[in-house]
């Protein structure tokens, strides 16, 4: 790969509110275009495969591992593999643009670790892990056995925030954009 733009990673538990401030920055005129990971998972009713997520089987996703395409990857939750793909993380580059991820804490430093000069690795900070399941509860997409699932998650992904660039609040939304907004800005103009 030739490096050519900056990488900002959103890292955060499920349910912390940060694919409402990634997609927040992506209008503002920063110059970010969002890195559509691969997914083996099922695409919820409103995904959109090549939007969202490349939806893939976990055999495609397992043969892709195989061929090297990933520049990261991780089994986030049993048998849900999620990965950006080298591929992707290019063709935004080659547009000119920089690079924003939504991912998992471990993809989100194993990003840093690759591009340590270039990476802005945030980590988004629910106000309570308490809040955190309200959350969940209200977007009314996931089972309880899924919603307790991640907040067991949750729960470890917490601890690894000290690792991060910049941990961002994330109790008024608004504020937290704006934030976000300003650290990025500051980011990409340095
Ligand atoms: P969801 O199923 O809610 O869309 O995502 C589950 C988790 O997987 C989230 O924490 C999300 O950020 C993470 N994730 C999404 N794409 C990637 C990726 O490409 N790599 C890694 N490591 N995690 C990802």
């Given at each position: 790969m030739s490096k050519q733009g900056k990488l900002?990673?959103?890292?955060?538990?499920?349910?912390?509110?940060?694919?409402?401030?990634?997609r927040n920055l992506l209008n503002r005129d920063l110059g970010l275009e969002f890195s559509i990971s691969a997914a083996s998972r099922e695409p919820r009713t409103n995904e959109i495969h090549g939007k969202d997520y490349h939806f893939i089987s976990l055999d495609d996703f397992k043969s892709k591992i195989g061929n090297d395409?990933?520049?990261e990857w991780e089994e986030v939750y049993a048998?849900?593999?999620?990965?950006?793909?080298k591929s992707e993380v290019q063709r935004i580059w080659d547009k000119g643009k920089h690079v924003i991820f939504d991912i998992d804490v471990i993809g989100g430093l194993n990003i840093k670790k690759q591009f340590p000069e270039d990476t802005l690795a945030i980590f988004v900070q629910p106000p309570s892990i308490e809040e955190l399941k309200r959350r969940l509860e209200g977007r009314d997409t996931e089972t309880p056995e899924k919603i307790a699932m991640r907040v067991a998650k949750a729960?470890?992904?917490?601890?690894?925030?000290?690792?991060?660039?910049?941990?961002?609040y994330n109790?008024?939304?608004?504020?937290?954009?704006?934030?976000?907004e300003k650290v990025v800005s500051k980011f990409i103009n340095s």
């Open positions: 900002i990673v959103f890292s955060a538990p499920s349910g912390s509110g940060k694919t409402t401030i990634v395409e990933f520049l048998n849900n593999h999620y990965g950006t793909l729960e470890t992904e917490i601890e690894y925030a000290p690792k991060f660039d910049y941990i961002l109790d008024v939304l608004e504020e937290a954009q704006d934030e976000a």
